[in-house]
């Protein structure tokens, strides 16, 4: 975790904190973080959490195998599989058959791109986008989110994704 404050002494400064993958590994994780963040003092706070631990890697790992026109149906269920598991344990089930559904749409995205990585030297198909309209191809980054509002944090709680 690296944790970045203002050296100002405005009331009101941001406090940023960033977790990497090891710290979002998994739902036991997640809650250790959820706790950190609980212990800090009322004021504007971001944080910034990496892809769970392994999960970029699977995701090049998945891209290599489809460039070599291998099957990535199974790597792929097993990271839905993960990250539904996730949701499962943290969120209401309302919340997380929400956040279910788009990992399903992003899934099927990936499952396209990496379909898409296999036509070289042919002609492409169209180009699939996500469900958030981007045209990028990766799993969602916000169960964050959902779980943080069910667990009692601020109704503003919110998400970006990266592109």
């Known amino acids: 975790m690296h944790t ?5 002494t405005v009331k009101d400064a941001w406090r940023v904190f960033k977790f990497g993958g090891s710290s979002v590994a998994d739902a036991a994780c997640m809650e250790r973080v959820a706790a950190i963040i609980e212990g800090e003092p009322a004021g504007p ?19 290599a195998a ?10 792929l269920a097993g990271l839905r599989t993960r990250h539904a598991d996730m949701a ?6 309302a919340e ?18 990496c379909r898409r990585c296999g036509w070289r ?10 469900s ?9 980054a916000f169960l964050p989110a959902p779980w943080w509002r069910a667990a009692g944090g601020p109704a503003s709680a919110g998400w970006m994704r990266g592109t």
């Open 96 to 113: 997380a058959r929400a956040y279910t559904s788009a990992l399903d749409a992003d899934c099927q995205d990936v499952a396209a791109c």
């Open 121 to 130: 030297g042919r002609p492409r198909p169209p180009r699939a986008t996500s």
């Open 4 to 8: 970045v404050r203002s050296t100002d």
């Open 66 to 75: 489809a460039e070599r026109q291998e099957d990535t149906a199974p790597a």
């Open 45 to 63: 706070l971001a944080v910034v959490l990496s892809a769970s631990r392994g999960v970029t890697d699977a995701l090049l790992t998945l891209v």
């Open 88 to 93: 499962a344990a943290l969120c209401p089930e």
């Open 132 to 140: 958030s309209g981007s045209g990028s191809c990766g799993l969602p």
